[in-house]
């Protein structure tokens, strides 16, 4: 059984850079969609038992009937749980430690790092998200995907530790068009403290 993550704060904490309706409706019926989808999708298709990254890295181990449902509906399922977790109401600006030296070293600076990555969110073409990634030596690597797609379905090797959605669900009530009104007030809400524990995961496991 695959779950959505329990949200550690209210749909009204994120206000006013996520809005409560936005957040109600894209983790309440977008992530819970995708979440039953690829529950019923991965029962039928008899692995149910893998972890989803698993699934999403090696898609021949799924009958291929199911593989294109999995794909999507468990690209929807993982990408919103690592984007929903990475929010806070009380979100550290920066990283600091191993992950800030290496920003530092890659970037320039955490500053440059923004820039390139909302470069990325705002060049996405249709729905779409921006990553910031770390192969098993912690290199960083920042990429962009379209639909549910992610740098484990897109056979990369690389685990996502920073997300940004750039599907017009994620902001369309509030900021209509203007996508880059919403990426420029997610960074605010972004916890730096949560990315650098996913770094942190990777090169002292
Ligand atoms: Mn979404």
Do not use: C
Request: hydrophobic share 40%; proline share 4%; glycine share 6%.
């Amino acid at each position: 059984m695959y779950e959505q993550i329990k949200l550690s704060y209210a749909f009204d904490a994120l206000e006013p850079h996520i809005d409560t309706l936005t957040m109600e409706t894209h983790y309440g019926k977008h992530h819970a969609t995708y979440t039953k989808n690829l529950n019923e999708a991965a029962e039928k298709a008899g692995v149910a038992d893998q972890p989803i990254e698993k699934l999403l890295e090696k898609p021949e181990q799924i009958p291929e009937e199911f593989r294109t449902a999995i794909r999507n509906n468990g690209g929807g399922f993982y990408n919103h749980n690592l984007y929903f977790e990475t929010l806070s109401p009380n979100a550290a600006a920066a990283p600091e430690g191993k992950l800030l030296d290496k920003i530092n070293a890659t970037f320039d600076s955490l500053d440059d790092l923004k820039a390139e990555l909302t470069k990325l969110a705002m060049g996405q073409f249709g729905s779409g998200w921006a990553w910031l990634s770390a192969d098993w030596a912690g290199n960083l690597v920042i990429s962009q995907s379209a639909n549910q797609d992610n740098p484990i379905s897109l056979g990369t090797e690389l685990t996502p530790i920073l997300t940004i959605d750039v599907w017009e669900h994620a902001y369309y009530l509030k900021y209509k068009n203007l996508r880059g009104d919403y990426v420029k007030a997610l960074w605010n809400v972004i916890d730096w403290k949560k990315v650098e524990e996913r770094y942190d995961a990777i090169v002292d496991p």
